[in-house]
């Protein structure tokens, strides 16, 4: 395999090729770009290049990567060896992006979980379950009924395909409205190509689409790459 000396993207079609190689291999799970831990990354890669390699998947684009890895809060960092855990850690920082490569590479303890003091906790509480919830996740028809229309609170549905440019383009948009009303609306997506049924029962014929869920019933609908403000006014309607 060739020696990389930057991060190298990765999705869910070419995931277990990256995980075949033999070097060990540092998972970038997040939801959108970081500056401060995409420099940092960058620069372990060129400082450990052929001893590790650094992978970057975008979580909401590939479901199968994050739900592979229990769909920690993002971002997450994930160590391997062989396609073992190593050490993981959510909300990860720069300093803590350094700590796991330091034991990947055998040149530092496993860092331990950070243990956050009762006042912390009290202060944070509402916070860390909002943002533990707060990237929008996979669903498909089997888990369909159980996720969307019998949850207690309104849910967005992105039906979209890995093919499909504007899918792309309204990710970052619907990332942002899941961290925007966290605790309020679960933001969920569903890949058509791979769960065609909920697909036709929905008429999901153009893509990207939109659609509310509220008590088990479509409350709204878009179609197309739309304006955030314009796909608040229609969850807005949904949560009144």
């Not at 070419?14 to 291999?25: D, M, T, W």
């Not at 956050?116 to 943002?131: C, D, Y």
Request: charged share 20%; proline share 8%.
């Amino acid at each position: 395999m060739p020696v990389f000396d930057t991060p190298i993207n990765t999705n869910d079609q070419n995931f277990s090729k990256v995980l075949a190689q033999k070097l060990p291999i540092v998972l970038y799970l997040y939801a959108s770009p970081d500056k401060t831990l995409d420099e940092a990354l960058a620069g372990a890669a060129r400082e450990h290049q052929g001893k590790l390699l650094i992978v970057r998947v975008q979580a909401s684009e590939n479901p199968k990567v994050y739900e592979q890895y229990q769909r920690p809060a993002l971002p997450a960092l994930v160590t391997l060896k062989d396609s073992q855990i190593q050490s993981s850690a959510a909300h990860v920082s720069k300093a803590d992006a350094a700590a796991h490569i330091q034991f990947l590479l055998g040149k530092g303890p496993k860092p331990a979980a950070p243990a956050a003091s009762a006042a912390q906790n009290g202060a944070r509480s509402n916070h860390t379950a909002n943002a533990a919830n707060a990237a929008p996740a996979a669903v498909s028809d089997a888990s369909f009924a159980a996720d969307v229309l019998r949850s207690d609170v309104p849910v967005l549905v992105d039906f979209w395909a890995a093919w499909c440019g504007p899918c792309h383009m309204i990710a970052p948009t619907v990332e942002k409205i899941a961290q925007k009303y966290a605790g309020r609306l679960k933001v969920v997506k569903l890949n058509v190509d791979e769960n065609p049924r909920m697909a036709a029962q929905y008429q999901a014929t153009s893509i990207p689409m939109l659609l509310i869920f509220k008590n088990g019933k479509p409350a709204g609908k878009l179609v197309g790459v739309q304006p955030q403000g314009k796909i608040e006014q229609a969850i807005d309607a949904a949560l009144r």
